[in-house]
């Protein structure tokens, strides 16, 4: 759909050719990915610290690298960036889309992450483990906006279409096997 621009301010004309521009993508694409690699040297680090000082691989008395914490923050704050550009741009069209709503759910969950860390208000185990899966789901953006990646996103939207046949067929079981339980007794 053809967006009106004629009544918008030359900013926003300016940010929207921006933000419709394929270079911004794939440059916004490099940074995803490159955000990506920094959660898995991250989650790596914190695997090796906790494991058992007798096995090999330990590091249990390292702390994270020191470029870790600046470089998660300096990633929130341009994806943030990014968000608050579409919010000015868009307005009210930018929540027509499930992907946009996705991606400011996962900026959002990020800059909650960033702000546990930095105040270090103890958020830590699974809800941390949460956050960080977000982070992840990142990535999907990026590999969306690469267009010799047809293939990989057909596979990927069936495997999501294919997760409601999942939990009904896990429904199913369980019912079954309640009803069985029933049954033996």
């Not at 959660?39 to 330990?58: F, M, N, W, Y």
């Not at 994270?64 to 550009?85: D, G, H, I, R």
Request: positive net charge.
């Amino acid at each position: 759909a053809k967006i009106d621009q004629s009544k918008w301010s030359p900013l926003r004309q300016f940010t929207f050719k921006l933000l419709s521009d394929e270079r911004f993508e794939w440059v916004l694409s490099a940074m995803i990915l490159a955000n990506a690699v920094c959660l898995v040297i991250e989650t790596e680090t914190k695997a090796t610290r906790d494991l058992p000082a007798s096995q090999p691989g330990s590091r249990r008395h390292s702390r994270p690298l020191s470029w870790q914490m600046p470089v998660n923050v300096f990633f929130t704050a341009l994806f943030s960036l990014e968000l608050t550009a579409k919010l000015y741009t868009f307005r009210r069209e930018y929540f027509s889309s499930l992907a946009n709503i996705l991606d400011m759910i996962l900026i959002l969950a990020d800059v909650i992450s960033e702000i546990a860390m930095i105040s270090d208000l103890g958020v830590r185990g699974s809800a941390f483990r949460v956050l960080r899966l977000l982070r992840a789901v990142r990535v999907l953006r990026a590999l969306r906006s690469i267009p010799w990646t047809k293939e990989l996103y057909i596979m990927l939207f069936g495997f999501v279409a294919s997760m409601k046949a999942i939990f009904w067929a896990g429904m199913l079981i369980a019912v079954l096997l309640a009803m069985w339980g029933v049954v033996a007794v």
